[in-house]
């Protein structure tokens, strides 16, 4: 069974720019959650989507948003890129039933030059 | 005070050795406790994951909560040096509205051969 997978691997941006982060859930999950591992901060809930909607969101600035498309991929973006948001950012998907485990994919190393 | 709390580490144990890790957390409404292992450059991998108080063993690994302490535990027996990684608790609420995992700050764990 395929796991999550994220790309790219790595991307670098510079300040001001635009990055989008792509998630793909295993198969059979509804649900996809990012999270933000940056230094020295931990792992920290970025957004929930579920069946195409946002369900909830943690402690971000708007600049930070995604979607969730039809097949239950999801897009993270990250508009008017700060040097904090250098991370590396994680994608996990789980069934919707309440309440499953999530699942992680290997992350989106972000660095902002 | 947030609100999970992990011993950071680092822990340095012999090869055989029993490793003890441990999260306390002030959130009673936490109902599902988690427990992940983090490789270096990987995403985290789910343990462990039960919701009631008591020991939970899977192999060479046993997760212990306990509620009434608000503390939880997990305990490698026969420790490997493909033991070491960073572990990470995690924890949610039950709540159909709020799902997210909230995490410790990781204990880095290295097991000498």
């Known amino acids: 069974e395929a796991g999550v997978t994220q790309s790219p691997t790595h991307l670098i941006k510079t300040r001001g720019q635009q990055a989008t982060l792509r998630c793909s859930p295993i198969?059979?999950?509804?649900?996809v959650y990012w999270y933000q591992q940056a230094l020295g901060l931990g792992l920290q809930f970025l957004l929930w989507y579920d069946e195409g909607e946002e369900r909830n969101r943690g402690n971000f600035p708007p600049r930070f948003s995604g979607r969730q498309f039809p097949n239950y991929s999801s897009e993270l973006n990250v508009n008017a890129l700060e040097l904090e948001d250098s991370a590396l950012y994680l994608c996990a998907s789980s069934f919707t039933r309440v309440h499953q485990p999530q699942h992680f994919g290997d992350g989106t190393r972000l660095s902002i030059l | 005070q947030k609100e999970v709390e992990q011993d950071p580490g680092p822990l340095s144990v012999p090869e055989g050795a029993i490793v003890s890790l441990n999260c306390t957390y002030s959130n009673s409404a936490f109902q599902y406790f988690m427990w992940y292992r983090q490789y270096s450059r990987k995403g985290p991998e789910l343990l462990m994951y039960?919701?009631?108080?008591g020991n939970k063993e899977d192999g060479r690994f046993t997760a212990q909560v306990d509620k009434s302490s608000k503390y939880i535990s997990l305990f490698i027996r026969d420790s490997q040096p493909s033991d070491s990684a960073t572990y990470l608790c995690?924890?949610?609420?039950?709540?159909?509205?709020?799902?997210?995992?909230?995490f410790g700050s990781g204990t880095q764990l290295t097991v000498l051969p």
């Open positions: 198969s059979g999950h509804t649900s």
């Open positions: 039960t919701y009631s108080s």
């Open positions: 995690a924890m949610s609420i039950i709540s159909g509205s709020a799902r997210q995992l909230t």
